[in-house]
């Protein structure tokens, strides 16, 4: 008998992770951590910024505040947004590679696309924007949700308001934080590593780059972790 090979799943939409994944921001979070511990004397080290990546900005606002920021932690989240704002608006933005370039190519095939960052919802905007129409059709954002990353719920709503099930989405992250979050959520999710490693087991397909990969691969990567939600959403019916 010959062997068929697997049939191929399309998502119902590709829901994306923002810093780090799609813009290469986090350097630049890093440098404001950095700048504003020195104005307030508080010390502060590289992996104290590591530590912090793929986390809601709340909880690195509390984090500095402990460490001797003297300021609120919503003044403290304000200021970093800002200056992050500040360097992406001075500048090209800083796109990971490849990731632009499938986003793009995922509207061109109709594929629904989503925006799922912890960052406040007017800086994903400028990412949002810089696509235009040929991006995202939904943004959440940090703000826009009461329990940040690695909670699901910024994954679980992405995918209501796209109308589909988080199971049958494919989610691209590069923390483990942001990795966390979207295996929770259902979805099926690729891991790419980036400035902090990942297990070569985090998420259903580990990646180092999302270089070269177009839609006819991002499909050939998911088919069988999606197919395999379907047969057991099956099975559960």
């Known amino acids: 008998m010959t062997a068929h090979p697997p049939a191929l799943v399309l998502p119902a939409a ?11 921001t986090e350097p630049i979070w890093q440098q404001s951590q950095v700048e504003l511990t020195q104005q307030y004397g508080a010390e502060w080290t590289h992996e104290d910024g590591l530590s912090l990546v793929g986390s809601g900005l709340e909880r690195s606002g509390e ?22 704002m500040e360097r992406l608006e001075h500048g090209d933005l800083p796109w990971r590679p490849g990731a632009r370039e499938l986003v793009e190519e995922l509207h061109a095939r109709g594929i629904p696309t989503a925006l799922v960052t912890m960052s406040r919802r007017r800086m994903a905007l400028v990412a949002a924007e810089a696509l235009a129409d040929r991006g995202f059709q939904v943004v959440v954002a940090g703000d826009d949700v009461e329990h940040p990353k690695p909670h699901p719920e910024a994954y679980l709503t992405a995918a209501a308001h796209l109308g589909v ?45 999302l270089a070269g990969v177009d839609v006819d691969r991002l499909v050939e990567l998911t088919s069988p972790a999606l ?3 379907q047969t057991s959403e099956g099975n559960a019916r």
């Open 165 to 209: 099930d988080a199971t049958a989405c494919v989610a691209i992250e590069d923390s483990a934080t942001g990795v966390a979050a979207a295996v929770a959520s259902g979805a099926v999710t690729i891991a790419v590593e980036h400035i902090v490693p990942l297990p070569e087991t985090a998420g259903d397909v580990y990646l180092t780059s």
């Open 227 to 229: 197919a395999a939600r």
């Open 14 to 24: 590709v829901l994306w992770d923002m810093d780090g994944t799609i813009i290469d």
């Open 63 to 84: 984090i500095l505040r402990d460490k001797g920021v003297d300021m609120e932690v919503e003044e403290i989240v304000q200021w970093m947004t800002s200056y992050v």
